[in-house]
Antibody, heavy 120, light 109 residues
Framework: EVQLVESGGGLVQPGGSLRLSCAAS????????MTWVRQAPGKGLEWVSVIYSGGGTYYADSVKGRFTVSRDNSKNTLYLQMNSLRAEDTAVYHCARGVKGSGTVYMDVWGKGTTVTVSS | SYVLTQPPSVSVAPGKTARITCGGN??????VHWYQQKPGQAPVLLIY???DRPSGIPERFSGSNSGNTATLTISRVEAGDEADYYCQVWDSTSDHQGVFGGGTKLTVL
């Protein structure tokens, strides 16, 4: 069964750091585009980051320079290192498998998410 | 960056047809994907490449895309269709970013 399970969320103070993990099963992370999408409380979906199968990484302007996406092929796991966290980063963070098409990417498998709360 | 505009809410009676729009500059030149999200759950891919359905998605859900508007159409609406719906495109021209619409809350009367 194809599945994504996130972990690593929690309560962190402003300016702090947190690393999220996303364990995949049923498919190979390194062979796919993998994305992070977040949802602030009561708000809509916001795309955060992608790592391409070739290793290229891209970020939303709101997190560029603070967040880093990576993967561990041996563990078939995706990560999101979040530094210099702000209150506005409070959200449920979902990882999702991206499917590459001609000039587009869509997400066909989603994890249930892990909650990050940034507060003093 | 590219902006997608959705109506915050749409209401429809059971058995009727709901249409949820997604506006963007020349969106017809892009591939639009749609997701359904029920409270407390992860999003589910509903439509990809404007009008294709993943396996398991009922034929009642369909999509179209032309000009500056993409549309998700839900026929014969059921109570279980009440959810938030999001459109999404990929902006590969500027820094390879995913873009979501603000979401539309579908209420079944």
């Amino acid at each position: 069964e194809v599945q994504l399970v996130e972990s690593g969320g929690g309560l962190v103070q402003p300016g702090g750091s947190l690393r999220l993990s996303c364990a995949a099963s049923g498919f190979t992370v390194s062979s796919n585009y993998m994305t992070w999408v977040r949802q602030a409380p009561g708000k809509g979906l916001e795309w955060v980051s992608v790592i391409y199968s070739g290793g290229g990484t891209y970020y939303a302007d709101s997190v560029k320079g603070r967040f880093t996406v990576s993967r561990d092929n041996s563990k078939n796991t995706l990560y999101l290192q979040m530094n210099s966290l702000r209150a506005e980063d409070t959200a449920v963070y979902h990882c999702a498998r991206g499917v590459k098409g001609s000039g587009t990417v869509y997400m066909d498998v989603w994890g249930k998410g892990t909650t990050v709360t940034v507060s003093s | 960056s590219y902006v997608l505009t959705q109506p915050p809410s749409v209401s429809v009676a059971p058995g009727k047809t709901a249409r949820i729009t997604c506006g963007g500059n020349n969106i017809g030149s892009k591939s639009v994907h749609w997701y359904q999200q029920k409270p407390g759950q992860a999003p589910v891919l509903l439509i990809y490449y404007d009008s294709d359905r993943p396996s398991g998605i009922p034929e009642r859900f369909s999509g179209s895309n032309s000009g500056n508007t993409a549309t998700l159409t839900i026929s014969r609406v059921e109570a279980g269709d009440e959810a938030d719906y999001y459109c999404q495109v990929w902006d590969s021209t500027s820094d390879h970013q995913g873009v979501f619409g603000g979401g539309t809350k579908l209420t079944v009367l």
